[in-house]
């Protein structure tokens, strides 16, 4: 092969490379979206399920504090730790701050919304939705805004200006949060068990264990799974 022939190779193997690592990347990150949802989603049922049965419950008088500690046992026993108490009343508090599931928002990870379950004004709650949104904030970057009272100080403030540029100064200075790292990710796609796992491992485990996931979820499960997305 000459050196032409070789050149004109090389840049066709480029363009093959750059066409597959394009797909690849952009079937990753559908993938992670997909799990979000289907987290989200699951975890807000999760929680509709809890407040229906507790309204029976005091019809009956018959509901007691025990009923969620005995479910929290049978679920972490069959799933994992992702159940305990105060996450199944987490997931009631999502349900009850968001009982329209079309009104979710598929950007925001199961992360992200336990952050704003801590924000008791709803206009403040509405308000770090849409920031987030605009901004791309990451769940940590988030959280950090919502610590800082960023919502109240920027109401506050006569110089609202200053008060944002501070704010993007120090969001900037983290580091980006990576998805599928996330804890609750992790539990709830059941792969919980590797923590020995490189980022790229990581990744490829998900992606695998992905298919069989969603399957098992139903087609009717993910058509409701992108309403408000």
Known sequence: MGKE?????????????????????????RAHAAVNSAMVLAYWQIGRAIVEDEQEGQKRGAYGKGVLKGVSERLTAEFGKGYSVRNLQQMKRFYDLFPNANALRSHLTWTHYRALLRVENSEAREWYIEEALRNHWSSRQLERQISTLYY??????SEKESVVA????????????????????LEF?????????????????????????????????????????
């Open 189 to 229: 796609i059941d792969l919980k068990d590797y923590p020995a796992l490189h980022e790229s491992g990581l990744e490829q485990a998900l992606i695998d264990h992905l298919q069989q996931f969603l399957l098992e979820l139903g087609r009717g499960f993910l058509g409701v799974m992108f309403l408000g997305a």
């Open 166 to 185: 501070e704010a993007a100064n120090r969001l900037a200075a983290m580091k980006p949060e990576q998805f599928i790292k996330d804890p609750y990710v």
């Open 152 to 157: 109240e100080r920027l109401l506050a403030s």
């Open 5 to 29: 022939e070789k050149l004109s190779a090389l840049a066709a193997g480029r363009d093959l490379y750059d066409s597959i690592r394009s797909i690849l990347l952009d079937s990753r990150a």
